[in-house]
């Protein structure tokens, strides 16, 4: 995948340090989400995770929508607490702290929906680690225009975590064996006219033979093509990417009903909804 094919809508909502005893899920929100951090060490806590993470400055966990997840002070936790106290970025505090940018994001493009899709659940991208130490870099500059008393200074914020979430999609995309199907994919230029014209027309009946065709292939060539590629047949693709629209849709408020259905390219309101419900 092109780097430049990622855009982001982001709002960064927190920049601070949370003092003392700590635990924050902000999975409610039903939003995808980061907290990355810029100061300290804190714990990343989620059931998608293999267990609990301690994260160091240039760290940060990215979580899907209404994933539940916990970022604490400590290794062992149980349940969601307030901080005992919240300073700005930089400040003294006479209990450990830890500095955090946090924020929400979302697809500002069909290149970059598709990623959100096949992305984990829940996933750490270890910027401590990283050898050109980019992260930690870009981790301080969004802190430090969040916290500047100047005009549009959450605007810039946000674009510095346009950029840090953009590298952290490269990142894992470069080390996560998981990522391999849909990331590469896209970097060839057929099937990624395909999976754009399937995200830009969700609604459309989309055939084999149709989608085939954007390819320059042959029918079956294309289906066992991209089952290989993408790990399940075309139209089993084309579902799933529509009940993702459809969820997307109901978190902001829409009922499950005709419209909806339509929305998604279905005639029938049952079979959407029985799909909806597996």
């Not at 992305?119 to 050898?131: K, L, R």
């Not at 590469?184 to 006219?193: E, F, G, K, Q, V």
């Not at 084999?208 to 079956?220: D, K, T, Y």
Request: with cysteine; glycine share 8%; hydrophobic share 50%.
């Amino acid at each position: 995948m092109q780097i430049a094919e990622l855009a982001f809508d982001v709002d960064v909502f927190f920049h601070g340090q949370m003092c003392g005893r700590f635990g924050i899920d902000t999975s409610a929100d039903g939003r995808l989400g980061f907290h990355i951090v810029v100061s300290g060490r804190c714990w990343a806590h989620a059931p998608a995770l293999p267990g609990p993470r301690c994260l160091a400055p240039g760290d940060a966990l990215l979580f899907g929508r209404g994933v539940p997840h916990v970022v604490s002070d400590a290794r062992e936790f149980r349940d969601r607490r307030d901080p005992e106290a919240v300073v700005a970025l930089g400040a003294p505090s006479r209990l450990p702290a830890t500095g955090l940018v946090c924020g929400y994001f979302d697809a500002r493009n069909a290149a970059t929906a598709a990623w959100l899709a096949s992305f984990p659940a829940a996933c750490i991208v270890a910027g401590s680690q990283a050898a050109t130490r980019w992260p930690l870099g870009l981790a301080r500059l969004m802190a430090s225009e969040a916290d500047a008393a100047r005009d549009h200074a959450n605007c810039l914020a946000s674009r510095v975590a346009e950029l840090f979430l953009a590298m952290s999609v490269r990142e894992h995309c470069e080390n996560a064996q998981g990522a391999a199907g849909l990331m590469a994919a896209r970097r060839d230029a057929r099937l990624r006219a395909v999976l754009d014209a399937i995200e830009d027309d969700l609604a459309r009946t989309w055939t084999v033979a149709e989608l085939a065709a954007l390819a320059g292939v042959s029918r079956a060539k294309f289906a066992a093509w991209f089952a290989h590629e993408l790990g399940c047949p075309p139209i089993a693709y084309l579902r799933q990417r529509r009940m993702q629209a459809a969820e997307r849709l109901v978190r902001s408020g829409a009922a499950a009903d005709k419209t909806l259905a339509g929305q998604v390219g279905y005639r029938s309101v049952a079979a959407f909804r029985r799909h909806f419900r597996e």
